[in-house]
């Protein structure tokens, strides 16, 4: 481990936590709002690690939706992650096993977007490298565990008069808005979004993998027809 | 859902997870890269399925269309992304203008 570079990851990755952190308490919270105990909230962002593919699960849970539709859910809003994968994968290729799988674990958006960063702007080798990376998305993670436990555990004694449900639609929508960059991303967008209104009485809730599927394909079609 | 039966679905979104995480990084040169058009559809993830999640919970309430306080503060929330791409900001506003709405109907 390199430790000088391990520690610009932590201090570049800093900035960003104040944005984590909601985000991360709500999650807490919504464990406990599905009907869940709080070991629940703690215990899933242990073994997932995921935010979004986790909000999108215990809503669905708090819908009393089936098992399935949660898990192919959640593994759709993860695909992502074999974009990033593939992306850093040359970066990392003489590291050795553990530590790839220990990359693996970590990685998110967050740790994605700044290494990569680095990792093209400058020539370091492989050590360096994963020093950086390990530094950034462990940063993230330990936020990440504390501020879930901590939504999970105070989030129980919120009064339902609050509200707080509707600030999971809130993340979602702070990470959908910087997603729809052109012409293509909005029609994907769209689509989805009116499907899933129109699905909405479908049962298992299984309006909403059919309207994202639906929103992918237009996508890849108006970037076709609009390059 | 059972508190044991959110165990294993936990688990098996985990491993799963994990695969899609590590696939490419850990089975690097034993695997052929991803192919073009996957990667193209790839891109459409985020803004198909977070759409498809938001706009239901402003418009639909217990499986009823609804325009109501969340519709108005949803609608707001967006503006807010938009112009301030901040996560606390698009949250708290949000929250308010519910409350806010809320209090007045």
């Given at each position: 481990?390199?430790?000088?570079?391990?520690?610009?990851?932590?201090?570049?990755?800093?900035?960003?936590?104040?944005?984590?952190?909601?985000f991360?308490?709500?999650?807490?919270?919504?464990?406990?709002s599905?009907?869940?105990?709080?070991?629940?909230?703690?215990?899933?962002?242990?073994?997932?690690?995921?935010?979004?593919?986790?909000?999108?699960?215990?809503?669905?849970?708090?819908?009393?939706?089936?098992?399935?539709?949660?898990?192919?859910?959640?593994?759709?809003?993860?695909?992502?992650?074999?974009?990033?994968?593939?992306?850093?994968?040359?970066?990392?290729?003489?590291?050795?096993?553990?530590?790839?799988?220990?990359?693996?674990?970590?990685?998110?958006?967050?740790?994605?977007a700044?290494?990569?960063?680095?990792?093209?702007?400058?020539?370091?080798?492989?050590?360096?490298?994963?020093?950086?990376?390990?530094?950034?998305?462990?940063?993230?993670?330990?936020?990440?565990?504390?501020?879930?436990?901590?939504?999970?555990f105070?989030?129980?004694?919120?009064?339902?008069?609050?509200?707080?449900?509707?600030?999971?639609?809130?993340?979602?929508?702070?990470?959908?808005?910087?997603?729809?960059?052109?012409?293509?991303?909005?029609?994907?967008?769209?689509?989805?979004?009116?499907?899933?209104?129109?699905?909405?009485?479908?049962?298992?809730?299984?309006?909403?993998?059919?309207?994202?599927?639906?929103?992918?394909?237009?996508?890849?079609?108006?970037?076709?027809?609009?390059? | 859902?059972?508190?044991?039966?959110a165990?294993?679905?936990?688990?098996?979104?985990?491993?799963?997870?994990?695969?899609?995480?590590?696939?490419?990084?850990?089975?690097?040169?034993?695997?052929?890269?991803?192919?073009?058009?996957?990667?193209r559809?790839?891109?459409?993830?985020?803004?198909?399925?977070?759409?498809?999640?938001?706009?239901?919970a402003?418009?639909?309430?217990?499986g009823?269309f609804?325009?109501?306080?969340?519709?108005?503060?949803?609608?707001?929330?967006?503006?807010?992304?938009?112009?301030?791409?901040?996560?606390?900001?698009?949250?708290?506003?949000?929250?308010?203008?519910?409350?806010?709405?809320?209090?007045?109907?």
């Amino acid at each position: 481990m390199h430790r000088p570079t391990f520690l610009e990851g932590v201090r570049d990755l800093t900035p960003i936590l104040l944005g984590v952190v909601p985000f991360g308490l709500i999650a807490g919270i919504a464990a406990v709002s599905a009907g869940l105990t709080p070991f629940h909230g703690v215990g899933m962002s242990l073994i997932v690690f995921a935010g979004a593919a986790q909000l999108a699960a215990l809503d669905l849970i708090g819908n009393a939706a089936p098992a399935l539709v949660v898990i192919a859910t959640a593994l759709i809003i993860n695909t992502r992650f074999v974009m990033y994968s593939a992306s850093l994968a040359p970066y990392f290729q003489e590291a050795s096993t553990p530590q790839k799988v220990a990359a693996s674990y970590l990685l998110t958006d967050q740790a994605y977007a700044f290494s990569i960063n680095r990792f093209t702007s400058r020539q370091e080798p492989t050590r360096v490298r994963m020093s950086y990376y390990l530094g950034a998305a462990l940063t993230l993670w330990v936020t990440w565990q504390v501020s879930t436990a901590a939504g999970a555990f105070l989030g129980a004694a919120v009064p339902e008069a609050w509200s707080l449900d509707f600030a999971i639609p809130l993340v979602f929508i702070a990470l959908l808005v910087p997603a729809i960059r052109d012409r293509a991303d909005a029609g994907a967008a769209a689509t989805a979004a009116i499907l899933a209104v129109l699905l909405v009485g479908l049962p298992y809730n299984l309006g909403l993998p059919l309207a994202a599927t639906a929103g992918i394909i237009a996508g890849i079609a108006v970037e076709r027809v609009v390059p | 859902m059972s508190g044991s039966a959110a165990w294993a679905v936990f688990a098996i979104i985990g491993a799963g997870t994990l695969v899609l995480r590590g696939a490419m990084i850990v089975l690097w040169g034993r695997l052929s890269a991803i192919p073009p058009t996957v990667e193209r559809g790839l891109r459409f993830i985020p803004p198909a399925v977070l759409a498809a999640l938001v706009l239901p919970a402003l418009l639909v309430s217990d499986g009823v269309f609804t325009v109501g306080p969340r519709l108005v503060a949803g609608t707001v929330a967006i503006v807010v992304a938009w112009r301030t791409r901040n996560v606390l900001a698009t949250i708290g506003v949000g929250m308010v203008v519910l409350w806010i709405v809320q209090a007045l109907t």
